[in-house]
């Protein structure tokens, strides 16, 4: 995701800047910038690249200040290029922008503001703040008013820091993405982040959503969008600047997992109306309406194409996953069929290969990912973001889930000519509270005992029918990954085909049981065949079947609708994967022999 830092004070604003950019790094980003007042003027700089290439940008005239705002840009609106780096400015001169999270109106802002004559000079969403500053600036507001004006007309999830050219101040205001001040000796601070400006003060008040920051160089205020004063108390953090990067977790993969709900709301902001059961997926044109979809993925990514394809058969859409790397091996007809590449990263050697393969045979492709102008984005006809922000730990977390609910996104965007009205609003008022639902399996999860109980078993088998076939099979890959144990995931009803004879009473056997009905009752049928072979079971359950009757232990799952179950199940096992891999004092963040890209085939 992206990092801001903004400062007001007695140093210069430059260094700063760059050293708040800096200690952002660790977030991921692939553009960044910083614009500082320099007398009446606003001297900005911003470069795709990393921040060497912003500090090259700098080196031989940096501008001179002491008040400015810096941004590290994870692309979710336009390719990272300089012009969509941040800040971002009007054309007036008048205000310079930074913005975190999603402005969902932007587009008809957009047609607003153009058709009143402004010109547009980025493929962002955030451009559309600073032209609106300008534009109330122009009928005579105060950069305060205008800044409040232009908060009051933006829908969406947003931290926004502006600084002026007329005038000393910088204002900030949030709604569902994080902004924190940060109280200094020798001037005020605002972040997305401590670590940003960790170096300089440890005092910091967290702003809450609907709340304007006004700072100056020797004070700050907090008020409602309607200018009410907000009493805030100074907080002191006592955060090691080692681990700042993972906001107090001991590791990055843990915190990407209670980043989940996070995740989920940017990757749902704006694409559903439960009201009217539609879905809005922007870019999707050049897809047309495919009569069937052929998706190709590695691992944890296809997994997560399993789960996709699942729904859209579900929806009576053939579908089916084929790993990429057997893609080309005995490709499937073409015919009519949409290929879509699933990649978090949108940088997998055998992904591109398999979509080369189709595109070359005439398909249609997407790319279903996580990085905006990747490979897999750039090659394909159209490209479908997952908006999970970056993921450090090299087993993937966020990116799962935030794969699983885009893919059902798709699933309700293709089928939007024959699908029931009343189920289509009933499925997507399930995505809309599976954010809260995974905060409650993050808040109340049994995990880390189940971990301690079962660490230093011989081998753990994960089974599950149906979608939790397929979590059943994520469960198993992101444990074997980080603990370096011998687990594998099945489907239940194979069981007794073969790997029955694996088990024993050494082995635990996690099994997914959600729902009522068929599979979740075969489900239990299988369970009570582990366990005559003493196996200890697991049950990852919503409780809805007697399957606890025959289980030594239970990670409960809230009540929820069954299409979102599986992946509330996958939290659990992410947490159990976590919490056994800490035991074992493994390189939970970096297991061996693995990479968060692969580029090879
Ligand atoms: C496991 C994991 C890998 C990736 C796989 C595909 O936790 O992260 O299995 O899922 O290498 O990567 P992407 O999604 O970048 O194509």
């Known amino acids: 995701m992206c990092g801001i830092i903004g400062y007001v004070g007695e140093r210069e604003a430059t260094q700063v800047l760059m050293t708040g950019l800096n200690q952002l790094e660790y977030r991921g980003y692939d553009s960044a910038g910083i614009a500082v007042r320099t007398g009446g003027n606003l001297d900005v700089r911003k470069r795709a690249g990393d921040i060497e290439t912003l500090e090259d940008a700098i080196e031989e005239n940096a501008p001179t200040g002491s008040t400015g705002i810096g941004h590290t840009r994870w692309s979710t609106h336009g390719p990272p290029t300089d012009a969509n780096a941040h800040p971002h400015t009007g054309e007036d001169g008048e205000v310079a922008v930074v913005h975190n999270g999603i402005i969902e109106n932007y587009g008809s802002l957009k047609e607003e503001l153009q058709a009143v004559g402004r010109t547009f000079t980025s493929d962002t969403d955030t451009e559309v703040i600073p032209h609106l500053i300008e534009q109330f600036i122009a009928g005579g507001a105060s950069p305060e008013r205008a800044f409040r004006e232009a908060v009051d007309r933006i829908e969406g999830s947003y931290a926004v820091v502006a600084t002026f050219a007329n005038s000393d101040v910088v204002f900030a205001a949030r709604n569902d993405s994080p902004l924190v001040v940060g109280v200094g000796g020798d001037g005020h601070y605002l972040a997305s982040d401590v670590p940003a400006f960790l170096e300089f003060t440890d005092q910091v008040v967290y702003v809450d959503d609907g709340e304007v920051v006004t700072l100056h160089s020797d004070r700050f205020e907090v008020t409602t969008t309607d200018g009410l004063p907000v009493e805030k108390s100074v907080e002191t953090v006592d955060w090691d600047v080692e681990d700042t990067g993972k906001s107090g977790f001991a590791h990055y993969m843990l915190k990407e997992i209670h980043e989940q709900p996070t995740a989920l709301r940017?990757?749902?902001?704006?694409?559903?109306?439960?009201?009217?059961?539609?879905?809005?997926?922007?870019?999707?044109?050049?897809?047309?309406?495919?009569?069937?979809?052929?998706?190709?993925?590695?691992?944890?990514?296809?997994?997560?194409?399993?789960?996709?394809?699942?729904?859209?058969?579900?929806?009576?859409?053939?579908?089916?996953?084929?790993?990429?790397?057997?893609?080309?091996?005995?490709?499937?007809?073409?015919?009519?069929?949409?290929?879509?590449?699933?990649?978090?990263?949108?940088?997998?050697?055998?992904?591109?290969?398999?979509?080369?393969?189709?595109?070359?045979?005439?398909?249609?492709?997407?790319?279903?990912?996580?990085?905006?102008?990747?490979?897999?984005?750039?090659?394909?006809?159209?490209?479908?973001?997952?908006?999970?922000?970056?993921?450090?730990?090299?087993?993937?977390?966020?990116?799962?889930?935030?794969?699983?609910?885009?893919?059902?996104?798709?699933?309700?965007?293709?089928?939007?000519?024959?699908?029931?009205?009343a189920l289509v609003r009933e499925r997507l008022r399930a995505l809309r509270d599976l954010p809260d639902l995974v905060q409650r399996v993050l808040d109340d999860s049994r995990a880390e005992e189940i971990a301690d109980e079962y660490v230093g078993s011989e081998s753990y088998f994960f089974i599950g029918r149906g979608p939790n076939r397929s979590v059943a099979l994520e469960g198993a890959l992101t444990f074997t990954e980080i603990t370096y144990e011998h687990a594998e995931g099945f489907a239940a009803g194979e069981l007794k085909h073969g790997p029955l004879a694996l088990v024993t009473d050494e082995t635990p056997v996690f099994t997914m049981v959600t729902g009522n009905d068929e599979a979740a009752r075969k489900t239990v049928s299988n369970v009570k065949e582990v366990e005559a072979r003493d196996a200890p079971v697991v049950a990852v359950t919503d409780g809805k079947t007697d399957v606890e009757d025959y289980v030594d232990d239970v990670l409960a799952l809230p009540g929820a609708h069954p299409s979102v179950l599986p992946l509330l199940a996958n939290t659990q096992l992410q947490l159990v994967a976590y919490h056994v891999a800490n035991q074992l004092g493994r390189s939970i963040d970096k297991p061996r022999n693995l990479a968060k890209s692969v580029t090879v085939e």
Not at 283 to 292: C, D, M, N, R, V
Not at 389 to 401: C, D, H, M, R, S
């Open 266 to 421: 940017q990757c749902l902001s704006g694409r559903v109306n439960e009201l009217d059961g539609q879905v809005e997926l922007d870019g999707l044109e050049a897809i047309g309406q495919p009569s069937q979809v052929q998706f190709v993925a590695c691992g944890t990514s296809y997994h997560a194409a399993l789960l996709g394809a699942q729904r859209l058969r579900d929806k009576g859409i053939p579908a089916r996953a084929t790993l990429a790397s057997e893609y080309a091996v005995s490709p499937p007809p073409i015919d009519d069929s949409l290929v879509t590449g699933v990649t978090q990263s949108g940088e997998t050697a055998d992904t591109l290969a398999a979509l080369r393969e189709a595109r070359g045979r005439g398909a249609r492709t997407l790319a279903v990912t996580n990085v905006v102008g990747s490979t897999a984005a750039r090659e394909c006809d159209a490209a479908l973001y997952i908006r999970a922000g970056p993921e450090i730990g090299v087993a993937a977390t966020k990116t799962f889930t935030s794969q699983v609910v885009t893919l059902s996104l798709l699933a309700e965007y293709l089928d939007a000519g024959d699908a029931d009205g």
